[in-house]
């Protein structure tokens, strides 16, 4: 039986507002004592209510309109019934049926099969957080936990897409794609390992060409591009296995354990009906005035499509450069900054690309804490088009800066990396190489032309990898034809 894979995503994005979702407190709550960052309103307590932050309601319309969503000028919020030790008043204000923004959708480039796809985005609505548990051990081993309200409160837009992707890297190009938008509308940073943008996935299994979807499971609060790829990856297996033995897949709620790779069954999956919507009484229904919804579409920023568009037409790069570069906001910032103060593009995107990239993901380092700013990698860049040093030492130089913060001038100058530029000492070496291989020479005067190689890695030899590769490449050739 051939199958198909069937996911749909659930984003919850934190929105980058000083104050909380219906209350004064701050939403700077990272690393603060446990427990102090509340207030009777974010905390539920009798005779306290909710009031509406107006940022709240701008920063999700922003993020609606940018995923070409209708806007609802009506919408309405709903209490979320539903027993957790993080929730303190055991209920969540949310929306329901009438969200924010409905009916939208997200393209994606696929760069395997160079196809272009549609995702369609159900669904855009606004709701508050809970609180965070720390549990004493494993999840599943724990003998207790405590528990954070610092969080509750805080302000989400809830992104919940069709079940249009197909497979894990799918899933990985709409989630970068989104968290650049948010970057790009200045609503949220992004940063998944604090939380900012989580994902829940639903994933099902159904014959191929079925118009019926199989029954989902779905896994919550993943907080990484690599964890949201390795749990599609496992489950889609886990439920291929289950279906190849006969057996059903069990609708149901999973947790990710990062330390053992595998989804384990939390509990069975809630409907609609179980967690008891009701309109919230304690506020009325939401009306956007359609000035301000014109308002603010007006306004929106350069998003990381038309900038992605720009980049090509602007520095002349390829599209595969450009959706990199724009993947995330603070990386085709720094490109951009980076082609004021040098005139080549293309080569600032292959060293971003590339080297920069390679050694951020190596470490663990987002682009802004990069230790090599602008400034310096286009002080190294210029000492290759100086031909102090060459290509291949660039990558050394690179490799020190990135560990030492220093700049590419100060490297050299310390550890003495230039390129042999005197003429004369390299006619020396070559004559030198010449002389010991006669062999290679031979060889290459009958037109062996790998011999020429292996004479050109002679003279790095002896030069410790300082001659210029362009300069010996022609003067051997000189050499050997007067022979």
Known sequence: MKEEVVIGLEIHIQLMTKAKMFCHCNTNYIGKEPNTNTCPVCLGLPGSLPVLNKKVLEFATRIALALNCEINTVSRFHRKNYF???????????????????NGYMEIFLPESQER?????????????AGKLVHE????????????????????????????????????IFLMKLR????????????MEEGSLRSDVNISIRKAKSRNLGTKTEVKNLNSFRAVKKTLQFEVARQKKLLDEGKKVIQETRHWDESKNITISMRSKEEAHDYRYFPEPDLLPLKVDLKLIDEIRKNLPELPEARRERFIKDYQIPRYDAEILTSSKSLGDYYE?????????????????????????????EIEDSPISTEKLVGMLKLMDE????????????????????GASQIVKESGITQITDENELFEVIDKVIKENPDSVEDFSKGKEKALNYLMGQVMRYTKGRAKPDFVFGALKERIKKI
Request: net charge neutral; charged share 25%.
């Open 180 to 191: 650049s938008i948010v970057q790009h509308l200045g609503v949220c940073d992004g940063n």
């Open 117 to 129: 796809r549609r995702i369609g985005i159900t669904r855009v609505h606004i709701e508050e957080d």
């Open 84 to 102: 957790y030790p993080d929730l303190p008043k055991a209920y969540q204000i949310s929306q329901y049926d009438l969200p924010l923004g409905r």
């Open 137 to 172: 051990r494993d999840i599943t081993s724990s003998s207790y936990s405590l528990v954070d309200y610092n969080r509750c409160g805080i302000p989400l837009a809830e992104v919940v897409t069709e079940p249009d992707l197909h497979s894990s890297e799918e899933a990985r």
């Open 337 to 365: 900054k980076a082609t004021s103060l040098y005139h080549n593009s293309k080569v600032l995107s292959n060293w971003i690309m590339g080297e920069l990239i390679r050694h951020l993901n190596e470490k663990k380092v």
């Open 387 to 406: 031909g102090i040093i060459s290509g291949k030492m660039a990558k050394d130089v690179f490799e020190k800066m990135f560990k030492t913060g220093k």
